[in-house]
């Protein structure tokens, strides 16, 4: 099982890679994905939305994902559009990563074109394909991305015999592409992106995409491209089939996220101060590991001191808001009047209804 390897090598933010440290329950959500993205008829393109918001564990929800399918026998195979700038970078990479990934499994393919990369012209007309396809889409805006689907015809020419010597090569198993950040994407591919989902690889036995991004972001990104797409919501509904909602992390899941956190990264802070912190935060995996990494830069200080001479109260209302407030954080907490505030007044209304007071009291200053 890949999981059993090191945990978040990358840091704080780092994908959880290890079912042992999945204490927001997400590989039973990696679970259901899997499932709906393997188990339908063969001859589908199956596309399925991973949908949250910023933070709550989608990558990691891919990762586990990944994990499951490939334990299965499907092939798997990461993309990830964010590294990418034009339209001539992403699909080529997007091919070169099938490509790649086929062959990585032994898969052999007829070499009459399928998914081969080829030398690309500079005189083709690349517009009409994408007229025709957003027409077909009932959205009235294919010169926002027209060059990228032409493009990626060039790139992915393929026939019968090239899907049957696929099927072949999966023996009943799917290939599954996962594709992450896909709202943090350059506003100018994403568009493409979607299109190519639904016109160019909609139509491929065994092909699966799984994609995870937050649906507002990108329904907000698509409207702001162009007025043809207007209610990019909608729109996306004509793309994913299966739309999966990530469930909100739990009380007790942030609890253990903050506590194996904290004992690894700050182990000089309370937990006690540390638990009484996080009813303050948004409650998002990524804000409590924020919250986390901020008190570990603390922690060589605190070190110094004896626990009872610190002001915990002090500390925690500050990292608190840090992570709520980072814009207004830098300003005022080196403004000498705020911090007066912050070591008197700001200590009483933690005492009672603090969260309402204290976002009062800032907004005010």
């Known amino acids: 099982m890949k999981t059993q390897g090191p945990s978040q090598n990358g840091g704080f933010d780092a994908t959880v890679t290890r079912r042992d ?5 997400r590989w039973a959500f990696a679970r259901e994905v899997v499932n709906v993205a393997t188990k339908g008829p063969y001859d589908w393109t199956v596309r399925v939305g991973i949908y949250g918001e910023w933070g709550s564990g989608k990558s990691s929800v891919l990762r586990f994902a990944k994990d499951i ?3 299965e026998g499907h092939v798997v195979i990461d993309f990830n559009p964010w590294h990418y700038q034009n339209s001539d970078q992403l699909w080529e990479g997007f091919v070169t990563s099938i490509q790649d990934g086929l062959q990585q499994r032994g898969i052999r393919l007829p070499r009459s074109g399928f998914l081969a990369v080829k030398r690309l012209s500079q005189s083709v007309n690349r517009a009409q394909p994408m007229v025709e396809a957003a027409d077909q889409c009932g959205v009235p805006a294919a010169k926002a991305v027209a060059a990228g689907l032409d493009l990626l015809r060039e790139l992915t020419s393929y026939g019968q015999k090239d899907l049957d010597g696929l099927r072949k090569g999966l023996d009943g198993k799917r290939l599954v592409i996962l594709l992450d950040d ?5 506003p100018t591919l994403v568009p493409e992106i979607l299109f190519a989902l639904k016109e160019l690889m909609g139509d491929l036995p065994g092909f699966s995409f799984v994609c995870a991004f937050d649906p507002d972001v990108v329904g907000k990104l698509l409207g702001s491209r162009h007025p043809g797409f207007e209610n990019g919501l909608r729109f996306l509904e004509k793309i994913v089939d299966y739309p ?11 609890l253990k996220v903050a506590m194996a956190d904290a004992g690894r990264f700050c182990p000089s802070v309370p937990a006690s101060e540390v638990r009484a912190a996080l009813a303050f935060l ?8 924020q919250f986390i990494r901020i008190l570990a830069t603390l922690d060589h200080q605190i070190r110094r001191f004896d626990s ?14 840090r992570v709520r407030y980072p814009s207004l954080a830098s300003r005022l907490l080196g403004d ?4 007066t505030w912050l070591f008197d007044d700001l ?3 933690m005492k009672d209804d603090w969260q309402d007071k204290a976002t009062e009291t800032i907004t005010r200053k």
């Open 182 to 186: 896909l709202d943090r994407t350059s």
């Open 282 to 289: 948004p409650p998002n995996p990524r804000a409590v590991r």
């Open 69 to 71: 399918a490939t334990d």
């Open 336 to 339: 000498a009047s705020f911090t």
């Open 244 to 254: 999966l909602w990530l469930p909100k992390a739990s009380w007790e899941g942030l």
């Open 308 to 321: 009872a001479d610190l002001s915990w109260s002090v500390i925690m209302a500050s990292t608190v808001l």
């Open 347 to 349: 200590i009483e209304l």
């Open 21 to 25: 440290d999945d204490h927001l329950n």
